[in-house]
């Protein structure tokens, strides 16, 4: 018996113990998951075959460095707009929508685009991944350069092109569009108000020209380089959605970078929780001891790691073959 099935095992004995009506914890319930698995398999119920596809993580770690270079990118600057260049010219040939306005803000107004690159599949419905890949704005002037926040959900997504890319003209599955958002950071305090700028329009638009109806999954990748990475389970997010993305993350091998903590997250993915469409945060929020990295200029590449990106895009990747098949 493995530590883990073992650790399992403790578990579920003392929450057995305990006598109680109340649901287990979430992190009982997916401990005890791990730790009923072999069982599963020898009862014959063998999961179903693997994606099989493996992002390759040293070029998304090489976007990273890429992306980051260019230093500040907060909204409205010239380097933001050399980022929007370098996004663009990686999707050349895809199938390209922008998604421009401009924001009206406590600081006056600010070019927003949302870029989205669609790779159409057979089935009827959309998955949609969504990073950000502006800076935090009140940080200009500093140094800042996000590396992880900004530079990670960025490079995870030019890397999730070329895998969907790769596939071929139309998919087996499901279409799956890849958003990079604008105007994530707030220019300010963060508020309903101030922040989300590129998703609050973005689902705004998708409601009133019926996309929203479409989507059967939207997940959102933030932070998702960090070196240490343990993955939020999200209370804002749908729990079916975080479930079968932990689920992934089992098949890969994973799991123990997810769920450790829980907590309700505000992101990118709320105004298409608040419109009723399935989304998931995949977030990791505790950067550094105590979070001493996140929003400060210590967020640079040494902190991030290939690794780390291969855990998310490999299980998001599986995610993605997973929802294919419901
Ligand atoms: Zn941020």
Redesign the pocket.
């Known amino acids: 018996m493995c530590l883990l099935c073992l650790l399992g095992t403790v578990i579920l004995f003392s929450s057995c113990s305990r006598a109680t009506d109340k649901q287990p914890t979430v992190q009982s319930q997916s401990v005890l998951r791990s730790a009923l698995e072999p069982l599963d398999v020898k009862s014959g119920n063998t999961p179903p075959a693997h994606a099989d596809s493996h992002i390759d993580s040293k070029r998304a770690f090489q976007y990273t460095r890429e992306v980051t270079a260019f230093g500040e990118r907060y909204i409205g600057n010239e380097n933001h707009k050399k980022l929007e260049r370098y996004i663009v010219d990686h999707i050349k040939g895809d199938e390209v929508e922008d998604n421009a306005f401009t924001a009206d803000t406590v600081k006056g107004k600010f070019p927003i685009r949302n870029i989205i690159a669609k790779f159409p599949g057979s089935k009827d419905g959309i998955i949609v991944i969504m990073g950000h890949y502006d800076?935090?704005y009140p940080l200009r002037g500093t140094g800042y350069v996000?590396a992880n926040?900004?530079g990670s959900s960025t490079a995870i997504l030019l890397e999730f092109a070329n895998q969907l890319r790769a596939g071929g003209k139309k998919r087996a599955g499901y279409s799956v569009w890849l958003v990079w958002t604008d105007g994530?950071?707030a220019v300010k305090n963060w508020t309903a108000t101030d922040s989300l700028y590129g998703a609050r329009h973005l689902a705004e638009k998708w409601e009133k020209d019926g996309t929203l109806k479409k989507i059967k999954a939207l997940m959102v990748m933030?932070?998702i380089g960090d070196a240490d990475l343990n993955i939020d389970r999200d209370t804002n997010s749908t729990a079916w959605l975080l479930d079968l993305i932990h689920s992934a993350a089992e098949r890969e091998g994973y799991q123990s970078h997810f769920y450790a903590r829980e907590g309700p997250i505000e992101d990118d993915h709320l105004p298409f929780v608040q419109r009723g469409v399935p989304s998931a945060d995949v977030i990791d929020l505790d950067y550094g001891y105590n979070n001493v990295f996140?929003?400060t200029p210590q967020d640079m590449m040494d902190k991030v790691s290939a690794k780390s990106l291969e855990i998310v895009g490999d299980t998001i990747m599986e995610t993605i073959h997973m929802l294919d098949q419901r």
Do not use: L, P, Q
Request: hydrophobic share 10%; proline share 0%.
């Open positions: 800076t935090n996000g926040d900004g994530e950071e933030d932070m996140h929003h």
